[in-house]
């Protein structure tokens, strides 16, 4: 089964990881284009979360989303600027040994 993760980054926070960058389309023109540029890291295992658990499933806070840095700011040890989370979601294996991947959580019981 494909993993999923749900990145979510403070909104405040976004205007610190636009970009521009520049290419030459087909037709040799110059375009600008401003991107959102941020790393998403794994947690240590022993670092992760459950931030919700229902019987079926849980939600584990597994990922954290930081500003990238440039050459300097790393030579510089510069502190990194956390801008958001990556949560993932584990299915619990039902009674009978069979994975239960694809069954469907309840909708009433989302956390959010």
Known sequence: MASKITVSIDTDKTRQLVVEDTYKNKKGDDVKVQRIKFELVEMKEESQKVIYDHEKFQ??????????????????????????????????????GQSSSNAQPPIDDLPF
């Open 59 to 96: 939600l584990i806070k597994t990922h954290f989303a930081v500003k990238p840095q440039t050459k300097e700011e790393r030579a510089a040890k510069a502190d990194a600027v956390f801008v958001g989370e990556g949560v993932s979601q584990r299915w619990k294996s039902d009674s009978q």
